[in-house]
């Protein structure tokens, strides 16, 4: 399940369920979108990016759905193994603009 | 090869210290970032570097000073820092030069403590 309070959101799945990973975005000019992984005292490692020109991407095991109407991005992992537990950061950008990152989500993966 | 490298891994400094922070790319990027993160929190940006040259300091105080010495290299001085200024340092860097090269790939960052 999924918790939000005054840490850092924590989405708990199974190993070898799929997990579903949400993002809010603030800006409706943001035209291009990437998913970060970060674990442990490591930096942000780019998974997948998005252009506001599609809605859907897909890589290995991991599937970026941008819906622009709602300004909501999501992360999909297929088949979640222990090695993906880290904490997931999208991140937004406007032409001519930085990088704005959301807040991030832990993702617990339970054996 | 998208590897951007940091050193050192961890450093402890005292407030009247003088250090610096490194950081190295060889992917030919033309854009390179300064990043500050928090515990439990998302990068920050400092400053950017674009072709060499400082385009953007979002309102870091004067103790940080970045330098940008090619376009390969960037840098992170560090004087008089305050124990809140403790936190990982990360440096990223991208193609640079439009929509195409707006693709941002970090280093694994420099564990700063300040006593």
């Known amino acids: 399940g999924e918790s939000v309070g005054l840490h850092l959101p924590t989405l708990s799945v199974q190993e070898g369920d799929n997990s579903i990973i949400n993002c809010a975005y603030s800006n409706s000019a943001s035209d291009y979108f990437i998913w970060y992984k970060q674990e442990s005292g490591k930096g942000p490692q780019f998974i997948i990016d998005?252009?506001?020109?599609?809605d859907k991407r897909q890589g290995q095991r991991v599937t970026v759905l941008l819906n622009k109407t709602v300004k909501h991005l999501s992360l999909q992992i297929a088949a979640t193994q222990p090695g993906d537990s880290a904490v997931y950061f999208c991140?937004?950008?406007?032409?001519?603009?930085?990088?704005?990152f959301g807040p991030g989500t832990r993702l617990s993966v339970l054996p | 090869d998208t590897e951007v490298t940091q050193t050192p891994k961890h450093l402890v400094m005292g407030m009247t210290n003088k250090k610096s922070l490194k950081c190295e790319q060889h992917m030919g990027h033309r854009a390179m970032y300064w990043y500050k993160q928090k515990a439990k929190k998302p990068p920050e940006l400092m400053f950017v570097?674009?072709?060499?040259?400082?385009?953007i300091n979002e309102s870091v105080p004067s103790r940080f000073s970045p330098e940008c010495p090619n376009s390969s290299l960037l840098n992170l001085h560090l004087h008089a820092l305050q124990p809140e200024d403790s936190a990982l340092y990360l440096c990223a860097s991208s193609q640079g030069g439009g929509r195409r090269g707006e693709t941002q790939y970090f280093g694994p960052g420099t564990r700063l403590l300040v006593l």
């Open positions: 991140a937004e950008k406007g032409y001519g603009q930085n990088f704005v």
């Open positions: 570097y674009s072709y060499e040259k400082l385009s």
């Open positions: 998005i252009r506001s020109n599609m």
